[in-house]
C-alpha cells in the first residue's frame, strides 16, 4: 500500500465519523413525534370512552363496536341491556359500547 492510498483511507473514514450525540438525538425526536402523534391520542380517546362508559344511563342512545344502534333500557355490572329496533331486547358488555349515537340514530 503506498503512502498516498492510506491517506486517502484515512480521510474516507474520518468523514464517516459523525457527531456521537446526533443519533441520540435523532432517536429521542423520533420518540417524541411517535408519542405525540401515536400513542396520546389513543390514550385521551381511551379515556373519553371509559368516562361515556361510567356516565351512561337509562334512556340514551349508543352504538356498540359491532355497529348495532340502540337505547340503553337497564345498566348492570359488566352487561347494558338495550332495546334495538322493533322492541327487542339485547345484553351486551359495556366495553362493547363505543359512542354515543343520539345524533346518527333516525327518528321513528
Same mark, same amino acid.
Given at each position: 500500500? !503506498? &503512502?498516498?492510498?492510506?491517506?486517502?483511507?484515512?480521510?474516507?473514514?474520518?468523514?464517516?465519523?459523525?457527531?456521537?450525540?446526533?443519533?441520540?438525538?435523532?432517536?429521542?425526536?423520533? =420518540?417524541?413525534?411517535?408519542?405525540?402523534?401515536?400513542?396520546?391520542?389513543?390514550?385521551?380517546?381511551?379515556?373519553?370512552?371509559?368516562?361515556?362508559?361510567?356516565?351512561?344511563?337509562?334512556?340514551?342512545?349508543?352504538? !356498540?363496536?359491532?355497529?348495532? &344502534?340502540?337505547?340503553?333500557?337497564?345498566?348492570?355490572?359488566?352487561?347494558? =341491556?338495550?332495546?334495538?329496533?322493533?322492541?327487542?331486547?339485547?345484553?351486551?358488555?359495556?366495553?362493547?359500547?363505543?359512542?354515543?349515537? !343520539?345524533?346518527?340514530?333516525?327518528?321513528?
Amino acid at each position: 500500500m !503506498t &503512502h498516498s492510498n492510506f491517506v486517502l483511507l484515512m480521510q474516507a473514514q474520518g468523514q464517516q465519523q459523525e457527531n456521537p450525540y446526533s443519533m441520540l438525538i435523532f432517536m429521542g425526536i423520533l =420518540i417524541f413525534v411517535f408519542y405525540f402523534f401515536m400513542i396520546r391520542p389513543q390514550m385521551k380517546k381511551r379515556k373519553e370512552i371509559q368516562k361515556f362508559r361510567s356516565e351512561m344511563k337509562q334512556g340514551d342512545k349508543i352504538m !356498540t363496536i359491532g355497529g348495532i &344502534h340502540g337505547k340503553v333500557n337497564a345498566i348492570k355490572d359488566d352487561a347494558v =341491556i338495550i332495546e334495538v329496533e322493533g322492541g327487542n331486547l339485547l345484553k351486551i358488555d359495556k366495553n362493547a359500547i363505543i359512542k354515543d349515537s !343520539t345524533g346518527m340514530m333516525m327518528q321513528k
